[in-house]
């Protein structure tokens, strides 16, 4: 019979359907017990879909019934523990003048969430709405620098004393960079972050608008958790790369939405692929497809696959967003279908 450690070792050839990696190395196998009526697997999948354990399961049998001198194989598959009763959640607010509102987040840094709220909005506005853009990156904010801003004129608030947000290329929006220098860093605790993300939902001169959309810092902070659980939101596009490291955190992104009872819209490949200009192949550079795998494991919509193009990263840096300068880009015509897929599904869902 062999060792628990032999039988994990054989286990790290079963890979997690979809991926390159193994069940091990993601932490689904919890236990191995060896008896002699054979060998007991004890298994962790809360957040998989029961097609996928059944899959996983499966191989694990296969693979384990395999090695010599095992009589039999067990698989006990852990089930997700009964929710501990949760206190009552504050009451979300709607803002006022604002009919739709629809958060933009990543599980982490360095996938072109911004690039992609900002070419998301303006597509939006391309198809008729009359749209509106919350830069939620206090510490990083990038929205003023992708669509402009003019430094003469500043920020302007109301004899109210209700911030004016900034018109650029059909919409309006607002950023702590319209409020700090170029070169002036933010640090601040989370509570007065906490107070600034406020102000800019409930104290902006936003006017009529048929959708609102956040540009969420990212990951799932403080920050996050105070705007997702403050205001009424529609709904959430999570945008993430093809490569695994990022779309391990595609989960925690999708669980601070379900934590907060907020719909996921779906979920946007940005990266995905590379087409040389010279000789016209096509460069996978980050893998490719793993968003629309992980869609599809968590039963949500895919929006959508954007390529790297450098078109997309000029029009970030020189306040020229593609959306507005090449709308009939291939890039562009991407953003629009999506952005027809967002509120479509907003507007059914309400």
């Known amino acids: ?97 604002v009919s739709r509102i629809v958060a933009v987040a990543s599980g982490k840094g360095g996938v072109g969430k911004s690039t992609v709220a900002v070419n998301l909005t303006l597509a939006m506005a391309a198809l008729g709405r009359r749209v509106g853009l919350m830069d939620a990156d206090v510490y990083g904010p ?82 996050q958790l105070t705007i997702t659980q403050r205001v009424a939101l529609d709904g959430g596009v999570i945008v993430t790369t093809p490569q695994q490291i990022a779309l391990l955190d595609v989960r925690r992104g999708v669980a601070m939405f379900n934590e907060v009872g907020t719909p996921v819209l779906g979920v946007i490949e940005n990266m995905s692929y590379y087409i040389c200009r010279k000789c016209g192949h096509r460069h996978e550079i980050f893998a490719h497809g793993g968003g629309r795998q992980m869609a599809e494991e968590m039963n949500l919509p895919f929006l959508g696959e954007i390529p790297i193009v450098r078109e997309l990263r000029e029009g970030g840096d020189t306040a020229s967003p593609i959306v507005v300068t090449m709308p009939d880009h291939p890039v562009s015509v991407a953003f629009k279908s999506i952005a027809a897929k967002v509120l479509e599904s907003v507007e059914r869902r309400s």
């Open 1 to 97: 019979m062999p060792s628990p450690q032999e039988i994990l070792t054989e286990l790290k050839k079963v890979k997690y359907p979809g991926f390159t990696r193994d069940i091990v190395s993601f932490g689904l196998v919890k236990d191995i017990e060896v008896g002699h009526s054979g060998v007991t697997v004890m298994l962790s999948a809360p957040s998989a879909s029961p097609e996928i354990v059944d899959r996983i399961v499966e191989e694990i049998r296969k693979t384990v019934a395999a090695m010599p001198g095992v009589p039999g194989v067990k698989v006990e598959v852990e089930r997700a523990a009964p929710a501990a009763p949760r206190m009552a959640a504050p009451a979300k607010s709607p803002v006022p003048g």
């Open 142 to 223: 990038s929205v003023a620098m992708m669509v402009g801003q003019d430094r003469d004129l500043g920020a302007k608030v109301t004899p109210e004393r209700r911030i004016v947000p900034i018109e650029r290329f059909g919409i309006r929006y607002v950023s702590m960079a319209l409020f700090i220098g170029e070169q002036t860093p933010v640090i601040w605790r989370g509570p007065m972050v906490t107070k600034l993300e406020t102000e800019f939902l409930f104290n902006v001169e936003w006017g009529q608008l048929d959708c609102l959309v956040l540009d969420l810092p990212p990951g799932t902070g403080d920050a």
